[in-house]
């Protein structure tokens, strides 16, 4: 009796482990399956909603908030697209939404400008054909993205931080490329979440994430993850292809990578920023300040 009760337990035990083991294999696949259907639901709704164009007619201010700047004179809401024909500006005061923002929608370079109030959409676009140019500078306020930022989709991409702060669930890289500048404020990454059209070295060997001069910038590239664990990025090598493109300007010379951008963790997120210059003239001053105090009580 006691053996068969052993038998039936070893048996049970062995089914759990191997239901364990099953959850254990499944779970990443799960995960990734999760965020995949997040996406797509999300760039679904940016692909459904209707479209507002901004066009802005000639001597008109050109900022968010104006409805004479929108085609039908219809400001986007949540469930809109907006897309930006021609230069605009968020400031102070306006707390601009949409369902997706597409900058760089028409032929030429088109500029979202901010430098205070909020942005909050779905989806973030730059550069939606060959020779459609979409570039933002921020210098203050700030801007959430709760999917995908894609960058450099079919023409080079510039993303200008100054200030203020920029959050987004994704990146994807385009197949152009993308120069994105933080010299102060700061760009976070919420998930483990990068891709790039057709995955080849190449389109991230377009990109760069520079910090300025390394003397003067304050500016952080945040993600909120462990870089580093291979398990935690759709690529495996993107970590270390980002992390190459880094770069900050030493004395007038660009410095990539370990040169010239240093990464440390701070509470489960991994921070990037420039190395800061020594400060050789102050390290000088005090070594010479002590040496005269030396003399000055051994000569009296």
């Not at 949540?78 to 005061?93: F, Y």
């Not at 210098?139 to 930022?149: A, E």
């Not at 410095?255 to 800061?276: H, M, S």
Request: negative net charge; aromatic residues 10%; charged residues 15%.
């Amino acid at each position: 009796m006691l053996r068969c009760i052993s038998t039936v337990s070893m048996v049970l035990t062995k089914q759990h482990l191997s239901r364990n083991k099953m959850k254990t294999k499944l779970f990443p696949g799960i995960v990734w399956i999760s965020r995949l259907i997040a996406l797509l639901i999300i760039s679904s709704l940016a692909l459904n909603a209707a479209d507002r164009w901004w066009e802005t007619p000639a001597n008109i201010n050109d900022t968010w908030d104006t409805s004479a700047g929108w085609r039908d004179s219809l400001i986007p809401t949540s469930a809109d697209n907006a897309r930006i024909t021609q230069n605009i500006t968020v400031t102070s005061g306006i707390d601009a939404v949409a369902a997706g923002v597409f900058i760089g929608y028409s032929t030429g370079t088109h500029r979202l400008t901010m430098d205070g109030g909020s942005l909050t959409t779905n989806y973030m676009q730059f550069g939606h054909n060959w020779d459609f140019v979409g570039e933002l500078y921020l210098s203050g306020g700030q801007i959430d993205v709760s999917g995908n930022l894609r960058l450099g989709f079919r023409h080079v991409s510039v993303i200008d931080i100054s200030g203020g702060s920029m959050a987004v669930d994704s990146i994807y890289f385009g197949a152009t490329g993308s120069d994105i500048n933080i010299t102060n404020g700061s760009l976070t990454l919420r998930e483990a979440n990068l891709t790039a059209e057709h995955w080849t070295s190449s389109q991230i060997a377009k990109t760069t994430i520079s910090f300025g001069d390394s003397a003067t910038s304050s500016g952080q590239f945040i993600a909120e993850f462990d870089w580093w664990d291979p398990t935690n990025l759709d690529q495996t090598v993107v970590a270390d292809q980002i992390f190459n493109r880094m770069k900050s300007v030493v004395d007038g010379v660009d410095q990539f990578g370990a040169n010239g951008v240093r990464w440390y963790y701070d509470n489960g997120n991994t921070v990037f920023e420039a190395i800061p210059e020594p400060q050789t003239t102050a390290f000088i001053v005090g070594i010479l300040s002590i040496v005269f105090v030396t003399l000055r009580k051994r000569l009296r």
